[in-house]
């Protein structure tokens, strides 16, 4: 991405967003400190390289920071938390937008606690998949 000419700021943040798996880093990063380990049993479908990788970009953009707390974890640095609110906004009023446009009644989603057990957030990609560009 660094090689790539942006024209504009919403050109630069597209480019993030429209990666393929960055924005959903970019949400668990930002819901709570996480482990690698972690970090692959919410996101399955990445191998354990190439969620190395993606974590290294993100680190590049300083969304991620470059190194990880005390407890092994990865997390997002304060420009990564301004851009995951803004990604969170986006991806609501988007899907709101999508459903009025389809007649179709928006589903209220809540975040769960940030203390909820890794079990509960597996169940929460989701209703997240509707949200952000997710492929699983």
């Given amino acids: ?9 919403i050109d630069y943040s597209l480019s993030i967003l429209q990666e393929k798996w960055q924005p959903t880093l970019v949400f668990w ?9 972690e970090l692959r049993q919410l996101v399955p479908k990445m191998s354990g390289d190439e969620l190395k990788a993606e974590l ?5 953009l300083r969304i991620a920071n470059p190194i990880k707390d005390t407890e092994n ?29 389809e007649n179709k009644r928006s589903v209220l989603v809540i975040e ?11 169940k ?13």
């Fill in 1 to 9: 991405m660094s090689d790539r000419k942006f024209h504009s700021g």
């Fill in 29 to 37: 990063l930002g819901f709570r400190p996480l482990t690698l380990d």
């Fill in 56 to 60: 290294a970009k993100l680190q590049n």
């Fill in 73 to 101: 974890c990865y997390s997002l640095t304060e420009d990564g938390k301004d851009f995951r609110q803004m990604m969170m906004s986006l991806s609501i009023w988007g899907k709101q937008q999508m459903n009025d446009n």
């Fill in 112 to 122: 769960p606690e940030t203390d909820a057990k890794l079990s509960e957030l597996i």
């Fill in 124 to 136: 929460y990609n989701k209703p997240l998949r509707d949200y952000i560009n997710y492929d699983e």
